[in-house]
């Protein structure tokens, strides 16, 4: 089967044991995409998933974040970026589907690019990236920055709203650099 087209700024997940999900980036021409290509990983074959008429997908973009919990890429950020923006992958299915997020968390994240983003279990921990100030500040040139934050994710993983709305916690001040590692210096 045909592989996607040349991009960069994309990122692959596998959120379950037999497939990886590619979404969107950015041509070389600058255009961005939203489509989302699936890969078998035992049979080494692309598969044309969505053109982002999905209900719930993201906008086309690029530099985002993205990390596996349980059978759910969650996906975050990105350029063009967007305070908070967030979206969940199901990929348990025969076909993916996509659910956003961004209405159900509590914003409370800068808009960042080209940041970290891992998970632990069900922990979604964001670091780092690039911030453009613009939309709640003064417009100035695009910066390093060094939060961190910490979701629960759990909440996340079922089709019905929370009762409890997840919010990112801001966790920059709670942790201090010893040696190569971090320490937690919280009560």
């Known amino acids: 089967s045909p592989a996607p087209p040349a991009r960069f700024g994309a990122s692959f997940v596998s959120a379950v044991n037999t497939s990886a999900f590619l979404f969107g980036g950015e041509e070389t021409s600058g255009g961005k995409l939203s489509d ?7 049979a080494g074959e692309w598969q044309w998933a969505d053109q982002g008429a999905l209900p ?3 906008p086309a973009k690029s530099r985002y974040g993205v990390a596996p919990v349980r059978q759910y890429g ?4 990105g350029d063009p970026a967007a305070n908070g923006e967030m979206h969940r992958l199901d990929a348990s299915g025969a076909a993916a589907s996509w659910l956003s997020l961004t209405s159900i968390v509590r914003v409370g994240l800068p808009a960042v690019v080209d940041f970290g983003l891992v998970a632990a279990d069900s922990i979604l921990v964001l670091f780092g990236g690039t911030h453009t100030p613009g939309i709640l500040e003064a417009p100035g040139p695009p910066r390093a920055v060094n939060h961190m934050y910490v979701l629960d994710a759990r909440l996340l993983l079922v089709e019905v709203a929370p009762l409890r709305v997840p919010q990112w916690d ?3 001040q709670s942790t201090v650099a010893v040696g190569s590692g ?3 210096n919280r009560p």
Not at 36 to 42: C, E, T
Not at 74 to 77: A, N, Q, S
């Open 182 to 184: 971090l320490a937690d």
């Open 170 to 172: 801001d966790t920059t």
């Open 74 to 77: 969650f996906y975050l950020g």
């Open 56 to 58: 719930g997908a993201p």
């Open 36 to 42: 989302l290509w699936s890969f078998a990983l035992v």
